[in-house]
C-alpha cells in the first residue's frame, strides 16, 4: 500500500514539454492529496502542483500556466505535463502522497525523476 514511483523525466530543450507519471499501488486517490514537488541541489524541496482527494488542483505561482496536474483514478496513476519547460524547471521531480486530514495513515514519496531543461 501506497509505493510510488515516478517516471518520464529526461533531457529537454527550453520551451519544450515532458510528462511526468506516478504509479501508485493501493486506493490512495481516495483519501490522499497527491502533489508534485521538485528539488535542486542545495535547495529545499518546494511544492510545484497539487492534486486533493476531491480534484481541487492548486499551482506554485512560477508554474501556472505552464504545468497541469491530472490523475487517473482507474490506472492509479498521477500526472504533470510540463509545457513551456525553462532551465529554472531543472530538477529532481518527487511524487508525494499525504493523507488527508483525520486518516492515520503513511505520507509516502517517490525516489524522483531528474528534469533537465538546457539547449
Known amino acids: 500500500q501506497g509505493q510510488l514511483v515516478e517516471s518520464g523525466g529526461g533531457l529537454v530543450q527550453p520551451g519544450g514539454s515532458l510528462r511526468l507519471s506516478c504509479a501508485t499501488s493501493g486506493s490512495l486517490f481516495a483519501i490522499y492529496n497527491m502533489a508534485w514537488h521538485r528539488q535542486v541541489p542545495g535547495k529545499q524541496r518546494e511544492l510545484v502542483a497539487r492534486?486533493?482527494?476531491?480534484?481541487?488542483?492548486n499551482y506554485a505561482d512560477s508554474v501556472k500556466g505552464r504545468f497541469t496536474i491530472s490523475r487517473d483514478i482507474h490506472a492509479k496513476i498521477l500526472y504533470l505535463q510540463m509545457d513551456n519547460l525553462q532551465p529554472g524547471d531543472t530538477a529532481v521531480y518527487y511524487c508525494n502522497a499525504e493523507p488527508v486530514v483525520g486518516y492515520d495513515v503513511p505520507t509516502y514519496w517517490g525516489q524522483g525523476t531528474q528534469v533537465t531543461v538546457s539547449s
Open positions: 492534486i486533493s482527494a476531491g480534484g481541487t488542483t
